[in-house]
């Protein structure tokens, strides 16, 4: 007997506008091209849950939209999915203020087998989760996004095009998870014009 592949729904991917790899994330980008505090949020290797709390003076709370179980198929992920032992666990969720505002939308893929050893609490945003268990963490940035969404225009209540990022979370020398995380162009009122 022949198992079908698990049906999950997409995530969100930008259609491009720009992409910069690593060498854009260690050199920075003009300030022509993404203003210097969009710059410490995107290009930043701290924890945007706290960021985003910092900025808006408000709880960063989670909305988990989906958890799928999507074991080895190609997901369209960034190709650092490889580093992520298999079978992969997707996790969507949007980052909101405790008011309601939502400020990113975040995917990040698992190992299927060890995702409730750091996510004890799924609703929690992971730094949370991780930090809670003491856990030592590496933000490996390895790429940047500009681009247009239509589910995120409509998600987020705002225009594109809009700034995201994908990195790799390493805990005791090994690949965690690989997150892909997009922000809100709601944050000009925060930290000012976009470009």
């Not at 260690?26 to 290009?43: D, E, K, R, T, V």
């Not at 799928?68 to 997707?90: E, K, M, Y």
């Not at 990195?167 to 976009?194: A, Q």
Request: proline content about 8%; charged content about 15%.
């Amino acid at each position: 007997m022949q198992l079908s592949p698990p049906i999950v729904q997409p995530w969100h991917s930008l259609d491009l506008l720009w992409q910069g790899d690593q060498t854009a994330v260690q050199q920075g980008l003009p300030h022509s091209q993404l203003p210097p505090a969009w710059q410490i949020l995107i290009l930043g290797d701290g924890s945007p849950t706290r960021h985003l709390q910092l900025l808006t003076s408000e709880k960063t709370c989670v909305d988990v939209i989906d958890m799928s179980l999507i074991g080895t198929v190609d997901d369209g992920a960034p190709l650092q999915i490889a580093a992520v032992p298999q079978p992969w666990l997707r996790r969507q969720v949007w980052l909101r203020t405790s008011s309601g505002q939502r400020l990113a939308y975040a995917v990040s893929w698992w190992d299927a087998n060890h995702v409730d050893e750091y996510l004890e609490n799924r609703n929690l945003p992971i730094w949370d989760s991780l930090s809670h268990l003491h856990t030592e963490l590496y933000r490996d940035i390895q790429g940047l996004y500009y681009g247009h969404s239509a589910a995120l225009e409509t998600a987020f209540q705002e225009k594109g095009p809009f700034w995201g990022r994908h990195y790799l979370f390493w805990h005791d020398r090994k690949p965690l998870t690989l997150i892909y995380e997009v922000f809100s162009p709601y944050l000009r009122k925060y930290l000012g014009p976009m470009q």
